[in-house]
């Protein structure tokens, strides 16, 4: 009986004891984690949403070389013109020299780099996009295959006639870049890497030989083909800076600026210093002179680079060219790695376009006011042409416009 005295006191002890504070958990699978106070209106961590997103340093292949102030939309809009028709060109080209003008739909899915699409998309997309180009068909193989559409097939033996009724012209083209250039040779390996700037045909390397009065091929022990100039014609010695200060020699004076180089502020009236620097300015160097005697940075030579650089773009069809295009002749012109800033200092002429690491210059002579060529060669007539029936989808071609 005594233990269970002993027993009945501690329990009543315990129930007269104060009671304990209630856990705010109900749950009583964990006593030991609760707490008494709630800490979810706190913000510990900032929401990606309101994260203030870093800005990437600007990169020279992502900064643009115009300020958007001095921007010109006509010519950026032709840079996005030749991007979004990338693929139609390179596919073309490449096309045009494979056997029969086909290629296994396999084997083109793993040319990105040659066909000019962005690497690991499928070239179904692209070839969708102009189905009055490209056709895929399945061969006796029972393999797939791209080749042109029967359209198509009829453009390109239009440019062949054009390039045919050109041939003349192109000759020309080439016989001013060989007198323009360092020992008078090019590789034609460099001619032909270039050959769509000036409207030059594929074919140019086969048609030389019909003229032996201008060009010799020459073989180096690599064997590389070097082809050379054979005469010299005074005719074609004329820049088309030279033919415009013929016909409005103000404008050619206003076309290149090389300020006078001085430590102190003369102190001028703005007309003062416009005809000083005018006398630095004039006389320009003929591109179609010894550039190589001139020592390398002096003023003289300065002038030679610009004359160069403004006489070869007068040369392209489109008149301008790319980074790419300039740097292949960078040897034979006797460019230096500082054309990019020498380009820049000459916003009268030439405007800069794209990126710092991939810019193309334009010679605005070369446009209106519209950013539209005013004289147009019937080469671009032909590219432009077919820009326009690449948009199209295949209802919305005519039999009426097939020849126009």
Known sequence: MAWRLILFKSTSTKTLAPPLLQNPNPNPFFPFFSSHFSTSFLVTKTPKKHKKKRKKPESPRTKSVQHPSTRIHQFESLLERDSYFRFLTKSKQFLCQQPESILRLDDAGKLHQELGFPRGRKIHRFLQRHPLIFQTYRHTDNKLWVGFTDFMEELLEEEKEIMDSMEIDRVNKVRKLLMMSKNKRIPLSKIHHCRLLFGIPD??????????????????????????????????????????????????????????????????????????????????????????????????????????????????????????????????????????????????????????????????????????????????????????????????????????
Request: aromatic share 12%; glycine share 4%; hydrophobic share 40%.
């Open 203 to 404: 074919d140019f390397r086969d048609r030389v030989g019909k003229y032996p009065d201008y060009f010799r091929i020459l073989v180096e022990s690599d064997g590389k083909r070097i082809l050379e100039l054979v005469n010299w014609d005074l005719s074609l010695a004329v820049s088309q800076l030279e033919k415009e200060f013929m016909v409005n020699e103000e404008k050619a004076k206003r076309a290149f600026k090389f300020p006078v180089k001085h430590g102190k502020d003369l102190d001028l009236e703005v007309e003062d210093t416009r005809r000083l620097n005018l006398l630095n300015t004039l006389p320009l160097v003929s591109p179609y002179s010894d550039g190589e005697r001139l020592e390398l940075w002096s003023l003289e030579a300065e002038k030679y680079r610009v004359g160069v650089l403004h006489e070869f773009l007068s040369l392209t069809l489109e008149m301008r060219a790319s980074i790419h295009h300039i740097v292949e002749f960078k040897e034979e012109f006797c460019l230096t790695k500082h054309t990019y800033d020498m380009l820049k200092k000459q916003p009268r002429t030439f405007y800069l376009a794209g990126t710092e690491m991939n810019w193309v210059v334009f010679l605005k002579d070369g446009y209106d006011g519209n950013g539209v060529l005013i004289d147009k060669d019937a080469q671009v007539f032909f590219n432009e042409k077919l820009y326009k029936y690449a948009q199209m989808k295949e209802g919305e071609l005519d039999s009426s416009v097939w020849r126009k």
